[in-house]
């Protein structure tokens, strides 16, 4: 086949027109064949001879889209030295756009020969067994699409599935349900924009390959933190095989122009390779000290801070670059607006240590695209020091773990929680504001994926992850629930009562807290798993979110779309900077003020030694601080909420007059419905059925402000 030399950059397979420029880095290779594969999988050679800077590459004319491809890559199988070159194992491209097909694990895809040992190439070809690579044609009519740059304080994240979230959506035509294409249709975006969802995040799209235990149950890894290819769509939710591309640009495309963000969870951490025992797929075979780290006592075992097995090796400038070219090319090339970055901590270790000032933050802080677009760390990982929430630096913000555990615990009746509750309510100030960052470094959640659904936290106390096929080892044994005094489903009318007031307290606490909400798919549905608190292999109904509601479930709907708009509508509940307890932007009044349920301003021993479960906290709306366009102060309407994690009703002393005449009952999620009209007067007394969140809102008519409606069951 007649070659041209090519160049070394950029690398992975670029179309011209008229051919395809191939290029691959590995520093440690003796040499690289190109592999091309025909309609009928006839494989043709094309031995790579050009090497600059530990890149190989070639031109070839005449190569188009479509074509399939692979590498072989020669070199020393030396597991003990680190190196597990083998060229009978098939390896996909890192930079590959498409991926083609699936991983077979009764062929030979291991690369060592597990009958003689780890010291021993496995020799026979992996090819017919392994996914090929693709080359793509990237254009698109993107038309005047435009990222709608959400601010980061004004933003609702939504958590959710592709596939998950319309697989049984009657309202999305049947070839599309659980596709790209299925979550842009309108059915969809009509539930995010009545919701009021301003971002999405999705779980991993990057194509992943199932791990050999779980496809040996006949089950797949559903949440797709298994990734085999970083600038490659999964091609499991493509409504047409072969056009996953051109179908998340479109997907991406649609959301935007409804105004919707969309953030990828990214799993830059680890890969589908796992430990030395995994398949030998691209990055192990291509340049595996390079690539993953090794343990400096034995180069043949991975270091793991992931649980997965291996880590890669972000202390080596081209792990650096793999990482990096892929986040931009999905800004650039796919128009998303950010990333949630899986197990992060693991991406700031520099040698061992988590150091916040590593080589991959200083990158991405100078990166002047990267530097721009949405930055989610999930702050921790499994190694050693690798809890890091509120450690993270400027540009991010965090998955605030603190935020989920104290509020359970709080609504678990725990008065030793209060001190720390008026963090949590105000953006987590103790962790953020040293560090010179903002409120909105919070990502406040209460479930996630992993993890109990709402109405499962609310209904179980134990796990029940039998159906995993891991003899319930798995998931998480300590999930800071409360079943409301039986364990599991129940007929019981008190008990599914106040079940479904847990479930209103805690959506309640989440979107009146400062920094930013985020819902996990299906909360707002009462999605249930049937107390299954880590279901990554159920890829059916356990985990597909169900759109046939009864009552319970149309009213927490509308529960959640009510506190949404509250919440949008009033800038005194997201406000960019922390509360100081004092005077601003030339207001008369503390911009917050706390109070004990005995309507006294809380002192040291209301936070250190509560006499119960509860507080209350008023947001003053005119002492935001804020000017408009035109530089006038910004007002908003002034609201006391009171939070009660207790177990049975108790009174709580309204705040004295001078901080408010009259008060109006916006929500009460211990009552059926709200008026709306009722005053109460300052210094007056309200009973609290608790558990429950009261809104209340300083009565004000002569000011003429926007009057929001209650907030009731009904709406």
């Known amino acids: 086949m007649r070659t041209w030399p090519g160049r070394p950059s950029p690398l992975g397979a670029t179309w011209d027109g008229e051919g395809v420029s191939f290029a691959l880095f590995s520093e440690g290779a003796t040499g690289v064949d190109l592999c091309l594969f025909d309609k009928e999988g006839r494989e043709t050679r094309?031995?790579?001879v050009e090497r600059t800077g530990h890149v190989w590459h070639a031109y070839v004319p005449g190569v188009r889209p479509g074509q399939h491809y692979g590498y072989r890559v020669h070199g020393p199988y030396?597991?003990?030295?680190?190196?597990?070159?083998?060229?009978?194992?098939?390896?996909?491209?890192?930079?590959?756009?498409?991926?083609?097909?699936?991983?077979?694990?009764?062929?030979?895809?291991?690369?060592?020969?597990?009958?003689?040992?780890?010291?021993?190439?496995?020799?026979?070809?992996?090819?017919?067994?392994?996914?090929?690579?693709?080359?793509?044609?990237?254009?698109?009519?993107?038309?005047?699409?435009?990222?709608?740059r959400v601010p980061f304080h004004d933003t609702?994240?939504?958590e959710t599935h592709v596939k998950g979230a319309t697989r049984l959506h009657p309202g999305v035509p049947a070839e599309l349900r659980g596709t790209y294409l299925g979550f842009a249709h309108d059915a969809m975006i009509e539930h995010l924009l009545a919701l009021g969802v301003t971002t999405v995040e999705l779980l991993p799209i990057h194509e992943r390959v199932d791990e050999a235990h779980?496809?040996?149950?006949?089950?797949?890894?559903?949440?797709?933190?298994?990734?085999?290819?970083?600038?490659?769509?999964?091609?499991?939710?493509?409504s047409r095989p072969g056009h996953e591309l051109t179908e998340v640009k479109e997907m991406v495309k649609r959301l935007h122009s409804a105004g919707i963000e969309v953030v990828l969870d990214v799993v830059y951490n680890h890969t589908c390779e796992v430990d030395r025992t995994g398949p030998t797929l691209s990055l192990r075979g291509v340049d595996n000290r390079a690539f993953y780290r090794l343990r400096p006592a034995d180069l043949a075992e991975y270091e793991d801070f992931t649980g997965c097995g291996n880590s890669l090796n972000v202390a080596h400038p081209q792990t650096l670059k793999l990482i990096c070219d892929s986040l931009r090319y999905w800004v650039t090339e796919v128009h998303v607006?950010?990333?949630?970055?899986d197990l992060a901590s693991t991406l700031a270790r520099d040698r061992h240590e988590v150091d916040k000032l590593s080589s991959f933050f200083d990158i991405v802080h100078q990166d002047p695209i990267l530097s721009e677009v949405k930055?989610?760390?999930?702050?921790?990982?499994?190694?050693?020091?690798g809890y890091q929430v509120g450690n993270f630096p400027v540009l991010w913000s965090e998955w605030n773990g603190r935020y989920r555990d104290c509020v359970r615990r709080f609504f678990r009746g725990e008065r030793e929680r209060v001190g720390e509750m008026g963090y949590r309510l105000t953006g987590s100030s103790d962790l953020y504001e040293a560090g010179g960052r903002h409120t909105y470094a919070s990502i406040n959640f209460v479930t996630a994926h992993d993890g109990f659904t709402l109405r499962d936290l609310t209904t179980y106390e134990t796990k029940r992850n039998l159906d995993n096929g891991e003899n319930n080892r798995d998931g998480w044994d300590d999930n800071l629930g409360w079943n409301c005094g039986v364990e599991g489903e129940t007929d019981d009318p008190a008990v599914a009562a106040i079940r479904s007031r847990q479930q209103r307290n805690l959506l309640a606490t989440l979107l009146l807290s400062q920094g930013v909400p985020m819902l996990?798919?299906?909360?707002?549905?009462?999605?249930?798993?049937?107390?299954?608190?880590n279901a990554y292999v159920q890829d059916n109904e356990l985990s597909w979110l169900h759109w046939d509601l009864g009552d319970r479930e149309r009213d927490l709907l509308e529960l959640v779309r009510a506190l949404v708009r509250v919440r949008r509508q009033h800038p005194v509940f997201r406000r960019p900077g922390f509360l100081r307890g004092e005077p601003v932007g030339g207001s008369r009044g503390k911009d917050i003020a706390w109070f004990n349920a005995g309507g006294q301003e809380m002192e040291e021993r209301d936070w250190t030694k509560p006499a119960r479960a509860a507080l209350g906290v008023l947001l003053a709306g005119d002492a935001l601080g804020w000017r408009d366009e035109q530089g006038r102060p910004v007002i908003d309407d002034t609201f006391f909420v009171v939070f009660s994690g207790e177990r049975a009703a108790h009174e709580f002393v309204l705040p004295p007059r001078e901080w408010g005449e009259r008060w109006v009952r916006v929500l009460d999620t211990a009552a059926d419905r709200v008026d709306g009209k009722t005053t109460l007067s300052g210094g007056g007394l309200l009973l609290v059925e608790a558990p429950a969140v009261v809104l209340l809102r300083r009565d004000l008519p002569e000011r003429g402000s926007w009057r929001p409606g209650p907030i009731g069951r009904h709406g």
């Open 520 to 533: 996990t798919a299906g909360d707002e549905l009462g999605k249930t798993q049937r107390g299954n608190n």
């Open 337 to 341: 607006d950010g990333f949630r970055f």
């Open 156 to 158: 609702v994240l939504y």
């Open 46 to 48: 094309v031995p790579l």
């Open 78 to 148: 030396e597991p003990a030295a680190g190196h597990r070159f083998n060229p009978a194992k098939l390896l996909v491209d890192p930079y590959a756009r498409r991926i083609h097909g699936f991983v077979d694990y009764d062929g030979p895809v291991f690369g060592f020969d597990r009958a003689k040992g780890d010291g021993v190439a496995c020799t026979h070809d992996s090819a017919p067994y392994v996914p090929k690579s693709v080359v793509v044609d990237g254009a698109f009519a993107w038309g005047a699409d435009r990222p709608p």
């Open 214 to 238: 779980v496809a040996r149950r006949g089950m797949t890894n559903y949440w797709g933190y298994s990734t085999l290819g970083y600038f490659a769509p999964d091609q499991r939710y493509a």
């Open 375 to 385: 930055l989610i760390a999930e702050p921790w990982d499994l190694g050693e020091g």
